[in-house]
């Protein structure tokens, strides 16, 4: 036993930790990509729109206020994520969502993630980056 500890304590290369996404987030920005690659604007989010998304023990919630539409959104699920990737998958939301998850229930994303802040960068059939949601976290 003695070996195996001190192998694995001294032998062995440590391994990079990787940034959790547990907690509370709020969305600041969107970016749009004009060739997949390449940030061709940066979109801050309106005056009174608030989105949140919550993470905890697999499972997703968010929701958003937008004052100019008089449309709830939220949604609940779970996800999953790697060292670059997000993916969520919806098990019941809000009216408008539900309509849109007659095609989409699970949603695959490129990630960015830190401690402090994380982007969810949607990518078109081929592969190439379209747009993101960057978010803070707020707890």
Do not use: C
């Not at 940030?39 to 993470?55: E, F, H, L, N």
């Not at 997703?60 to 709830?72: G, H, K």
């Not at 095609?103 to 969810?120: I, P």
Request: glycine share 6%; net charge negative.
């Amino acid at each position: 036993m003695f070996f195996l500890i001190s192998a694995s304590k001294f032998g062995s290369p440590k391994a990079t930790a990787m940034h959790s996404i547990e907690g509370t987030w709020e969305l600041q920005s969107f970016y749009n990509y004009d060739d997949g690659v390449n940030i061709s604007d940066t979109i801050p989010t309106a005056d009174g729109y608030r989105q949140v998304k919550m993470y905890y023990n697999g499972k997703v919630m968010w929701s958003r206020y937008a004052p100019q539409d008089s449309l709830e959104w939220f949604g609940y699920g779970t996800y999953r994520i790697t060292a670059d990737s997000l993916i969520e998958t919806l098990e019941y939301a809000s009216s408008p969502m539900m309509r849109a998850m007659d095609t989409l229930r699970v949603f695959n994303f490129e990630l960015e993630l830190t401690n402090e802040t994380y982007s969810q960068i949607s990518f078109d059939e081929e592969g190439h980056r379209t747009f993101s949601e960057n978010y803070k976290r707020i707890d």
